[in-house]
């Protein structure tokens, strides 16, 4: 079997459908199913069950799976030792990260970083908290950019900036009105609009109130969806209520559209993951370092994110 195999039955098995499969790793839809087909005519196994139009992964294919990543895995490594040889003038650094911090934190370092860097390719791939996670455990990120704080004793975390949370109401709510709101209104005065299980922001918020004593099971959730934006326009639209990033919704509480409710929670750090064992590549560490420098807390604001702190001094 070839590498490519390997990484095309990857892509479809975690993914349970071709299409999209074909779309992630920039290959056509016939050419997937090429591979996955060759694959199992070689072996004379089936990794996945055709159901309609649908594809189910087979007992065969899920012991199979594990081993399929660990052996990309240690390709993966072997590319960003050779690539580390030519001194960061050429390579390949594989980054996941959770959706606020994709959209608002991330981008002007990255675009710093390939300004001194050209021949490093980054690439990004977004998720939430636990697919973040997965990923730099499996090895299929080399670094990982995270909210809030995960179980997973085989990484490194380190914080590289804060967040603000808060809690957004259309203007026509009743929180709208500015009065200070405490831990019973939030369990019992309004519905609510939350991200999906994994995701850092859900989680954060739901330990935050707990320590208030409004547990997250005592909320009224009427929607759950899978990125800020969805959150923010379902919330835009109706009677809910959101707990959100503040550089999420800053578009949002400046065009009036959603007016932040009064009420404290506490700030969220953002946490770069790193597997302690694995071999971490140069472009890594730089990267790495340059988070150091970079600002500790997020504000988001256009005008100081253009450049790092620190940056008129770094020659």
């Not at 606020?100 to 934190?105: E, N, V």
């Not at 770069?272 to 990267?287: D, G, I």
Request: glycine residues 8%; contains cysteine.
């Amino acid at each position: 079997m070839t590498f490519e195999q390997l990484a095309i039955f990857v892509a479809v098995a975690e993914r349970e459908h071709l299409t999209h499969a074909a779309e992630a790793i920039h290959l056509t839809p016939s050419a997937v199913s090429s591979a996955i087909k060759n694959l199992e005519a070689y072996y004379g196994v089936e990794l996945f069950h055709r159901v309609g139009r649908r594809i189910e992964l087979t007992e065969t294919g899920r012991s199979f799976l594990g081993e399929a990543k660990a052996t990309l895995a240690r390709v993966r490594s072997a590319e960003l030792m050779l690539s580390e040889l030519a001194g960061l003038q050429r390579g390949r650094l594989s980054l996941y990260a959770s959706q606020t911090i994709a959209s608002y934190w991330l981008p002007p370092l990255l675009m710093r970083f390939h300004r001194d860097y050209p021949g490093i390719e980054l690439d990004l791939t977004i998720g939430n908290t636990r697919t973040v996670t997965e990923a730099v455990i499996d090895g299929a990120a080399e670094l990982g950019f995270i909210e809030g704080e995960v179980d997973a004793p085989a990484l490194s975390m380190k914080i590289v900036a804060q967040d603000a949370l808060v809690i957004v109401v259309p203007p026509n709510h009743p929180w709208a009105d500015g009065r200070q709101l405490t831990g019973s209104d939030l369990a019992g005065g309004t519905s609510w609009v939350m991200r999906e299980e994994g995701s850092g922001t859900r989680s954060e918020f739901e330990n935050a109130i707990a320590k208030l004593g409004a547990p997250s099971a005592d909320l009224n959730v009427a929607l759950v969806l899978p990125s800020n934006e969805a959150v923010l326009s379902a919330v835009c639209l109706g009677q809910s209520a959101a707990a959100i990033s503040s550089a999420a919704a800053k578009a949002y509480l400046g065009q009036g559209l959603l007016v932040q409710a009064s009420f404290d929670l506490p700030a969220r750090s953002f946490r770069l993951l790193r597997h302690k064992e694995r071999h971490a590549s140069k472009a890594a560490l730089t990267l790495e370092a340059m988070c150091k420098s970079y600002r500790k807390f997020a504000s988001f604001d256009p005008d100081e994110r253009s450049e790092p702190a620190g940056a008129e001094n770094a020659g």
